[in-house]
């Protein structure tokens, strides 16, 4: 089906994919998985495997929060800047819930998830929303009043499956999905917290008409040094709660904007 990859690359991979940090690897929509964008081995195949993820560069971090690689972890390649759009997309039902698969993350990266949409207003597989306010958020998790992290406590609680609805009255149409572990082990200073963000291409059916009036925010943009939850020292005080950084999530159109 793909083609063959070298030994040298294998050795490659081998060599990488040690490395701590992480990715989605696996998307699932009802009955449907999605592979996610795989940055140690589809770079390698010629064709390379079509994915619904944008792509990335690794499976490390961004900390500079002023760059455009903190909207989908995409880097300027070929003329592109921040982000490779992916050749396809998911087609998902308004009010269905998708589960997002995470590579297995280090306990140490203790920190929220976080998701946003996008709406694009032209097709999905080519649009890159550069540094327009155009993002939403509708999903988040940070610390538990009992002191239990999103991106590891409840992650692997929950075999490494993180999931979200999609709100049940949206309008239809194509959507970037930006969802992140924003990892704060070395939070306690600015640059230091370190964002993973992950681009998934879905198309939302249903007869919904909602959509935010006002509030959509940027990446880069939305977090910058001085704001709540950036910087943040996990180590001070166990049960201090933690400001989720972003916006306030979307209602959904269930009772205001
Ligand atoms: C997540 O994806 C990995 C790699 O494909 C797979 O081994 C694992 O079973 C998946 N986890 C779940 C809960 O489906
Ligand atoms: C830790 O945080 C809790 C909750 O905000 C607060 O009540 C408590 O005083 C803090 N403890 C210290 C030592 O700062
Ligand atoms: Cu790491």
Known sequence: MFGIISAFVLAALAATSVEAHGYVQDVVIGSTHYTGYLPFSDPYYNPPPERIIRAIPGNGPVTDLSLIDVQCNGYS????????????YATVA????????????????VGPMITYLAEA???????????????????EAGKTSDGKWAATDLLTASDSIYTFTIPSKLKAGQYIVRHEIIALH????????????SCIQ????GSGAAFPTSGLVSF???YTADTP??????YNNASAPYPIPGPAVWTGGNSRD
């Open 220 to 222: 880069p943009g939305a």
């Open 229 to 234: 939850g950036i910087v943040f020292d996990v």
């Open 94 to 109: 308004a009010g269905s819930q998708v589960a997002l698969n995470w590579t297995t993350w280090p306990a140490s990266h």
């Open 121 to 139: 207003p032209s097709d999905i597989t080519k649009w890159l929303p550069g540094t327009d306010a155009v993002w939403f958020k509708i999903a």
């Open 77 to 88: 390649d070929g003329g592109v800047v921040g982000t490779q759009p992916a050749p396809i």
């Open 202 to 205: 879905i198309e939302v059916t």
């Open 186 to 197: 070395a939070a306690s200073v600015y640059p230091g917290a370190q964002v993973y963000p």
